[in-house]
């Protein structure tokens, strides 16, 4: 298991403990955590649960697959740390993940 920090764009923080397997977004899904859409139920066939990974996880969450770059093409205001959360599967490698969400999800 690892706790995970979700922050909403207003500065709002959810850390909640998500099972390992489960992915980044079914994380925030199951919590109820505000800002992720995941309107494609993570089949990465859209971009409403588009994350920004903190810069000290980047590592550990790895690079985006070819598909996942290009489903990010959808997304507004991406950034060099911007990543799909339905994409990010969850290990005790981990545990204090930060991801900040975006102002909106389209």
Do not use: W
């Not at 998500?18 to 955590?33: D, F, H, P, T, Y």
């Not at 995941?38 to 588009?50: K, L, N, P, Q, V």
């Not at 996942?68 to 950034?79: G, I, P, Q, T």
């Amino acid at each position: 298991m690892a706790k995970i920090t979700y922050i909403e764009h207003d500065g709002t923080e959810h850390t909640v403990e998500v099972k390992n397997g489960l992915s980044v977004m079914e994380g925030a899904i199951r919590n109820n955590v505000p800002g992720i859409d995941a309107d494609c139920g993570g089949a990465c066939a859209c971009a409403t649960c588009h994350v920004y990974v903190d810069e000290g996880f980047l590592a550990e969450t790895g690079r985006a697959s070819p598909m996942e770059e290009s489903m990010l093409d959808f997304a507004e205001n991406v950034e060099p740390n911007s990543r799909l959360s339905c994409q990010i599967q969850v290990s005790d490698d981990l545990d204090g993940l930060i991801v900040r969400l975006p102002e909106s999800q389209h």
